[in-house]
């Protein structure tokens, strides 16, 4: 069965809202333990420490669950939750999400679904302690790539998606420039010596 499925009966207890590119879906400070269903768009799950610096936490798309689920362990992790596109959400309230889980079917895929997700942040950190920046920033060009060409929106961007420093990055860029590993062109970077790249990422790729 879809997850959708489940929904069906308690459809008139929820909300379809909308939210434009940019807003502010939860904030950091909001008290909120309703839970979204991604039905269309991307949304963007940040941090920010006491320095100022923010972490991007998670990326989420449709079919994906959204909200302060860290309440369920009892935590509150303090997160933004941002739409990156336009998104458009079921909101599920906490008295409804309270009769879905008397369903172990549903339940099993909602743990499925979140767990799968606090795995991937915890793949997230593992790989910033067992690997290099330039092995890191190697393989991330390889896998989004083509024709040998890596796009970018731009380098606040990239930084917040490797989550790395703009010093870190730039140091790693101007290490490859002087090398001849790669070239940049406006918000492109070239690669020139791919089986360079490739062989220095060789450890990050097996890891994944």
Do not use: W
Request: some cysteine; aromatic content about 16%.
């Amino acid at each position: 069965m879809s997850i959708c499925d489940y929904f069906q009966p308690y459809l008139k207890e929820m909300e379809t809202v909308f939210f434009k590119k940019g807003s502010y879906i939860i904030t950091s400070d909001e008290e909120f333990e309703e839970v979204f269903y991604i039905l269309d768009g991307v949304v963007t799950v940040e941090c920010i420490n006491a320095k100022g610096k923010m972490f991007l936490v998670d990326s989420l798309k449709k079919g994906d669950f959204v909200g302060k689920l860290s309440y369920i362990y009892e935590a509150d992790f303090r997160c933004d939750i941002i739409a990156n596109t336009n998104v458009k959400l079921l909101k599920i309230h906490k008295s409804t999400l309270s009769h879905l889980k008397k369903n172990a079917d549903f339940v099993n895929l909602f743990f499925f679904k979140t767990s799968k997700r606090i795995y991937y942040i915890y793949k997230k950190m593992l790989i910033k302690d067992l690997f290099k920046i330039e092995e890191i920033f190697a393989y991330h060009i390889l896998t989004h790539s083509l024709n040998n060409v890596f796009k970018f929106k731009s380098m606040y961007e990239l930084c917040k998606e490797l989550s790395i420093s703009r010093k870190s990055l730039y140091n790693t860029l101007n290490n490859f420039f002087a090398l001849g590993y790669v070239d940049k062109k406006s918000n492109s970077i070239i690669i020139l010596n791919r089986a360079y790249l490739e062989k220095l990422s060789e450890n990050l790729k097996e890891f994944y």
